[in-house]
């Protein structure tokens, strides 16, 4: 297997439900990342694991919550969005840990999410 | 800080001819360059990295330290090309290791018409 896949292709939540997203890789790589991209815009970083340990959280608000409950797994809990918040939602994942050597990113095709 | 520019939001050729997108970096030690292409309902992939100097698909992409650019370039443009393009960089420390954060452009969206 040589893909990030990701679950659900779509979501609509309203601002007091709780939902997941899920990202799953087997390519073996050991850091693993969220992203947000609007529309017609570049991805941007908001969580980097590190051997399933949160190595960088780029100021995202609290109602963000990641999770990596293993090497392959990634998490991204929702609570209390705001219409703001509706994006295309990318995990990536990288055979080479930040900070240990040149890397790549292998992305997701994304969870498209909408906030009502 | 790292930034990355991709002045042309949108570049229009004609099949057959070269193309070239252009990026522009800041970065104030030595960053790892990439390219990364969207094709229309696909997922984002990466396309280049400079360290490889390899050619993908016809693309070639020179890392420029003087000028600091790393632009893109195909000799000759298939309608296939067609997708939206976006440099990134990566911020690598004085060991030359990668310190994990890729900095995207605002992208630029490529059409090659026939």
């Known amino acids: 297997d040589t893909e990030v896949t990701q679950t659900p292709k779509h979501l609509v939540m309203g601002m007091t439900n709780k939902k997941s997203l899920k990202c799953e890789q087997h390519?073996?790589?050991?850091?693993m990342y969220w992203y947000k991209q609007k529309a017609k815009k570049p991805p941007e970083l908001m969580f980097v694991?590190?051997?399933?340990?949160?190595?960088i959280n780029e100021s995202v608000p609290s109602r963000f919550s990641p999770e990596c409950p293993n090497s392959s797994l990634l998490n991204l809990h929702l609570h209390a969005l705001q219409p703001e918040d509706s994006a295309l939602y990318l995990c990536?994942?990288?055979?080479?840990?930040?900070?240990?050597?040149?890397?790549?990113?292998?992305f997701g095709p994304g969870t498209r999410l909408t906030v009502t | 800080a790292q930034r990355v520019t991709q002045p042309e939001k949108l570049l229009s050729v004609f099949k057959g001819a070269p193309v070239e997108l252009k990026c522009n970096y800041s970065?104030?030690?030595?960053?790892?360059l990439f390219w990364y292409v969207q094709y229309s309902r696909q997922r984002l992939q990466l396309l280049l990295r400079?360290?490889s100097r390899e050619s993908i698909k016809g693309f070639t992409a020179d890392l420029n330290k003087g000028e600091t650019s790393f632009h893109l370039k195909k000799p000759f443009a298939q309608e296939e090309d067609s997708a939206m393009y976006y440099c990134?960089?990566?911020?690598?420390?004085?060991?030359?290791?990668?310190?994990?954060?890729?900095?995207f452009g605002q992208g630029t969206i490529l059409t090659v018409h026939p």
């Open positions: 400079h360290i």
């Open positions: 990536a994942s990288s055979p080479t840990l930040p900070g240990q050597g040149t890397y790549e990113q292998y």
């Open positions: 390519m073996g790589h050991r850091a």
């Open positions: 694991y590190s051997y399933e340990k949160l190595s």
């Open positions: 990134a960089l990566s911020g690598v420390n004085a060991g030359g290791t990668s310190y994990g954060k890729l900095t």
């Open positions: 970065y104030s030690g030595s960053p790892e």
